[in-house]
């Protein structure tokens, strides 16, 4: 058997590299026919996928462990509704309880859902669509709160200021926070020994629970991370456009799992990088606000173009992987 | 007595029971108003109901469908997309047919029809391809791609724009959207329509071998596929259907949405067509089910919806809130009964061997 590895199995380990590259060349071409683009834009880009981006963490923490998370787009109108209802009410003036306040109320509803999941043993993708119907379902109730939606009077100044006007290093602290939480995630899943567990379920789960992990606590865990993202994102979605309502960012929830997904992470669980995630939630990004300005097709291509990339993603992802298998079968003479 | 035993403990008895629950309650409610001098005639009554639920049998056909793919332990999440595409082509086949070609009407319509039912076979037919050749991947995030790609490519053909037909030979898709008199009771259009096709797919589950491969593959796909059945081509097959029925449902849709199109009509629609088959015995796990709990367990949304929207005054989120419950409660008591039954055959187990060994 040859020392060096074969440019395939290469790709597989690396996959996030051949998107890098799908990324750059889309750049290049969209640069070349829009001449300036990245430079007037660039910003644009970062701060209308910042939101996407931290979701897309705490989704891939829920795919690392082999679960599916749909009701994440919910969580987040729901925990920025219910905060900024308190807001409009006068009972919360403070811009970081509101970040405390968001993240608490996702995370409370992602561990119901883990909890339904793991120690229930309901599909997740059933308890997060129940969930999901739920959570949209309340935020107009009168009961809770008032206010069937949240406009911009009802915020205060500061909170709308918070991520948009103030700049740190020539950033919005909006795409800071983003930087941050995609950092504590590598850090979390990298370097810790629950976050590798997190691989461990998700790649053998009875290998896991041989070596004493607890699978349904690590299941809850992934859960209650994907909902405080969730809900994190709630309240940057409601400091960056300053009104949510019932409807706001329904199926969004697929852009989420296709960034994670186009960024190599697998749906069966075990395989997925941080770097991935990020490069793919830039190129959802980058697509978003590239293709409307090339002018190609009418203005509603862009759904087109992204659901035809995630299903060369994917599919990508499994020729690759058989190829690699069939190498390492012939370099072994099999 | 094992069989009278065995129907007792059934899921559609449950549904049965769940069902009479509900309606008696809201019989209770419609008659305190009434007595209570708050309304002034009951509203809840056999005809009314029947005859409300007209919007709630849209997505029957769909519900149809989705039952073969959850059957085979399957999910198909781009059904409500399948069925937006299938509309966007009947409406632009019939404008460029029709409206700008200048063809008889009752031809172009006849054309765009079959147009539409070959646009959800051929997206189905993708699906079945790509669940069938890419094992390794999970039916859920095919059909996610898929449904990204078939809500673009609506997108693609119609833009944003909505399609409105005025003349009269389109306007007589919405005949579909009426009410007949069955036995001096008003029933819309649909649901006799759906009782045929209920039929029909009851016959084939439950009564042909054919059918009774499809649950076996759900329970034990590879014992199913070395005892001699084509595992592949029957799951292609099931696709195929779930993506015409899926097509079937966008036609009634066109006749209930006052005959526009545009190319978002039915999104998020798949959710109802998994809520109501799973609220009928199928599970995702595959290998369970049966089309009459389907059937009931449809019923049951349509009574719901229709009482809590009349009699309580509730909004539509509301009844999308009870929909969430009922789908979670629906997988989750089962699995706790289960729990319990299993700890008490264990503890009986465990006071036999103790009494044994004694």
């Known amino acids: 058997m040859s020392k060096h590895k074969s440019i395939y199995s290469f790709l597989i380990e690396h996959r996030e590299l051949p998107l890098l590259g799908v990324l750059a060349l889309l750049l290049a071409i969209v640069n070349i026919r829009v001449p300036g683009y990245l430079a007037n834009s660039w910003l644009n880009v970062l701060k209308n996928g910042s ?70 043993r309901v599909i997740a993708l059933i308890v997060t669509l129940g969930t999901s119907y739920i959570v949209r379902a309340l935020i107009p109730m009168n009961w809770l709160l008032g206010m069937n939606k949240v406009n911009p009077t009802q915020l205060t100044q500061g909170f709308k200021d918070s991520l948009i006007n103030h700049e740190f290093l020539g950033l919005p602290f909006l795409v800071w926070l983003a930087i941050l939480v995609v950092l504590l995630t590598a850090l979390f899943l990298n370097y810790t020994r629950t976050g590798r567990n997190l691989y461990a379920v998700g790649s053998n ?64 669980g075990g395989y997925g990088k941080i770097t991935g995630v990020v490069i793919g939630a830039l190129m959802v990004a980058f697509i978003d606000s590239a293709i409307p300005q090339m002018q190609i097709g009418n203005s509603m291509i862009t759904e087109f173009i992204k659901g035809i990339l995630l299903l060369f993603a994917i599919l990508l992802n499994v020729i690759l992987q058989r190829i690699s298998a069939k190498q390492d079968l012939a370099g072994r003479n099999i | ?48 109901v029947v005859r409300s639920m007209r919007p709630y049998f849209l997505y029957s056909f769909m519900t149809l469908g989705m039952m073969l793919i959850l059957a085979m332990g399957d999910i198909d999440i781009s059904v409500g997309a399948i069925g937006t595409l299938s509309v966007v082509t009947l409406g632009v086949t019939y404008n460029n047919l029709a409206v700008l070609g200048g063809m008889n009407g009752a031809m172009a319509l006849t054309l765009s029809l079959m147009a539409c039912l070959a646009v959800g076979c051929i997206c189905g037919a993708l699906n079945g391809f ?174 719901v919806k ?32 289960e729990d319990w039954q299993n700890a008490r055959r264990v503890a009986r187990r465990r006071a036999e061997t103790a009494a044994a060994n004694n």
């Not at chain 1, 865990?221 to 706001?248: N, P, Q, R, V």
């Not at chain 2, 035993?5 to 629950?21: G, R, Y």
């Not at chain 2, 849709?253 to 998994?274: E, L, P, T």
Request: glycine share 12%.
């Open chain 1, 51 to 120: 939101i996407n981006m931290v979701m897309c963490c705490g989704m891939l923490c829920v795919l690392l462990v082999g679960s599916i998370d749909i009701s994440t787009t919910a969580v987040l109108a729901f925990a920025g509704a219910v905060a900024g209802k308190l807001m409009g009410l006068g009972v919360i003036q403070n811009t970081l309880l509101m970040f405390v306040l968001g993240i608490a109320i996702g995370a409370a509803i992602g561990a119901v859902n883990g909890i339904l999941m793991s120690y229930g």
């Open chain 2, 306 to 337: 229709f009482g809590l929207g009349t009699l309580f005054g509730f909004a539509d989120s509301a009844v999308n809130l009870s929909v969430g419950v009922i789908l979670i409660l629906s997988v989750l008591v089962p699995n706790l009964i």
């Open chain 2, 130 to 303: 790509l669940c069938t050749r890419f094992k390794e991947l999970f039916s859920m995030i095919i059909t996610l791609a898929t449904q990204l790609f078939f809500r673009g490519f609506s997108y693609l053909i119609i833009g944003g724009e909505t399609l409105t037909f005025k003349d009269p030979t389109f306007r007589s898709l919405s005949a579909l959207n009426k009410l007949i008199d069955v036995a001096g009771i008003k029933v819309p259009v649909s649901l006799p329509v759906f009782l045929v096709f209920a039929v029909i797919f009851f016959v084939w589950l439950h009564m042909t071998g054919n059918g009774r491969k499809i649950f076996a593959i759900g329970t034990n796909r590879s014992a199913t596929y070395y005892s001699g059945v084509q595992t592949d081509k029957i799951k292609f097959w099931c696709f195929v259907i779930a993506g015409l029925m899926s097509a079937v449902t966008g036609i009634f849709f066109v006749g209930n949405s006052s005959s526009s199109v545009k190319a978002d009509i039915m999104d998020g629609y798949h959710m109802y067509a998994i809520a109501a088959a799973v609220l009928g015995g199928f599970s995702t796990d595959g290998g369970k089910g049966s089309v009459i709990g389907a059937a009931i367990s449809l019923v049951i949304f349509g009574v």
């Open chain 1, 205 to 268: 789960s009875e290998a896991a629970q041989m070596r004493g992990v607890h699978l349904n606590k690590i299941r809850v865990l992934a859960h209650t991370i994907c909902g405080a993202s969730a809900g994190l994102a709630g309240i940057m979605w409601l400091a960056f456009y300053a009104a949510i309502e019932k409807g706001s960012a329904t199926g969004d929830e697929m852009f989420t799992i296709a960034a994670c997904v186009l960024g190599g992470v697998s749906v069966t």
């Open chain 2, 1 to 48: 007595m094992k069989k009278i035993k065995d129907f007792f403990t059934s899921w559609e008895f449950f549904l049965v029971i769940l069902l009479a629950v509900v309606c008696a309650v809201f019989y209770y409610v419609d008659a305190s108003r009434v007595a209570a001098g708050i309304s002034r005639r009951p509203v809840f009554y056999f005809a009314n």
